[in-house]
C-alpha cells in the first residue's frame, strides 16, 4: 500500500474508501509493530484493525488498544541466535519491545531500513531488558535471502524465520506468522477466509497469502510470493493495489 516515500497515494485512498463504501472490510496487515505503523493508521484516518509486528498484534485502531499480543521468549530467542551464529558468524541484532509504545532498540553495526524511529543501545545485553516481539538480524556479508535460509537451518525447530523486505530477517515465536494475526482480526470482525482478497510483496505474506481466497502480489514482489501469487498487479509506486480493487468494484457495482 505504501509508495516507497512511505505515502499512500489519493487514488489507493479513493480506491479503500470506495471498496469500504461497498460494505468490505480492510484490514491492514503489517510486519511493523504498534509503534511503527501508527502514522500510517492515522495519516490514512484508519480505526479499524491493524495486524501488526508480523501477526503478534491485533490492534484497535479507533480505541488505541491492543487486543493480543504475543511475546517472543528472551531465553529461547538467545539460545536460536547462538545457534545461528554458529552457522554464519557474528550477527547484528535488533529487537521490538512489546506494547503500545515499544521501542526498536538497535544493537551495534544493524542498519535501521526505511529512516524508521530506533534507539540505538552501546552494550548489546540491554536488548534483552524488557519483553520484546522480534528479533531483526542483519549479517555483514550473507544477503537477506541466505541470512534467512541460514537462520531457519540453524534454528527453525526453537523460532520462527522470516523475510520482511531487503536486509529485515526477522525472528518469531515459533507458529506466528501474518495469517495467525489476520486470522484472529477477521474473526472478530465476522470474515471468513474465503471471502477475502490479500495484498502483499515479501515472503512474510506466503502464510497470509496461503491463508486468504485471492493472494496479489505487486509488480515488484519477491519471487517466492510471486509464485503462489493467484495474480500480479502494478507495483506500491503505480497504484497496484487501487488498480485491483478499482476492477472489482466495476464488476461487482457496474455503472449505467
Not at 78 to 89: V, Y
Not at 182 to 192: D, E, F, H, P
Request: proline content about 4%; overall charge negative.
Amino acid at each position: 500500500m505504501l509508495r516507497p516515500d512511505d505515502t499512500v497515494s489519493a487514488r489507493t485512498r479513493a480506491a479503500l474508501a470506495s471498496a469500504a463504501a461497498a460494505g468490505a472490510a480492510h484490514i491492514v496487515v503489517t510486519g511493523r509493530a504498534v509503534p511503527w505503523t501508527r502514522r500510517v493508521l492515522d495519516d490514512l484516518d484508519y480505526d479499524g484493525l491493524a495486524v501488526c509486528g508480523q501477526g503478534a498484534q491485533v490492534y484497535d485502531a479507533g480505541q488505541d488498544r491492543l487486543l493480543t499480543s504475543v511475546t517472543l521468549d528472551r531465553e529461547l530467542a538467545r539460545l536460536a541466535l547462538e545457534k545461528i551464529e554458529a552457522a554464519t558468524g557474528p550477527l547484528s541484532l535488533a529487537v521490538s519491545r512489546d506494547g503500545l509504545d515499544g521501542d526498536v532498540v538497535v544493537g551495534p553495526g544493524y542498519t535501521v531500513q526505511g529512516g524508521l524511529r530506533s534507539v540505538p543501545l552501546e552494550d548489546t545485553a540491554e536488548l534483552w531488558s524488557a519483553p520484546i516481539n522480534k528479533v531483526y538480524l542483519q549479517h555483514a556479508a550473507l544477503d537477506a535471502d541466505e541470512l534467512t535460509r541460514a537462520a531457519r537451518e540453524a534454528a527453525g525447530d526453537l523460532v520462527g524465520v522470516t523475510m520482511a523486505g531487503e536486509g529485515i530477517v526477522e525472528v518469531l515465536p515459533l507458529g506466528l506468522s501474518k495469517a495467525t494475526g489476520l486470522s484472529l482480526a477477521a474473526r472478530r470482525l465476522g470474515v471468513k477466509a474465503v471471502e477475502t482478497i490479500a495484498f502483499g510483496d515479501m515472503p512474510n505474506d506466503l502464510p497470509m497469502f496461503g491463508w486468504a481466497a485471492h493472494g496479489v502480489a505487486m509488480a515488484n514482489a519477491h519471487p517466492e510470493l510471486k509464485a503462489v501469487a493467484d495474480e500480479v498487479t502494478l507495483s506500491n509506486a503505480d497504484d497496484g493495489i487501487a488498480v485491483v480493487l478499482e476492477r472489482l468494484l466495476a464488476e461487482h457495482h457496474p455503472t449505467g
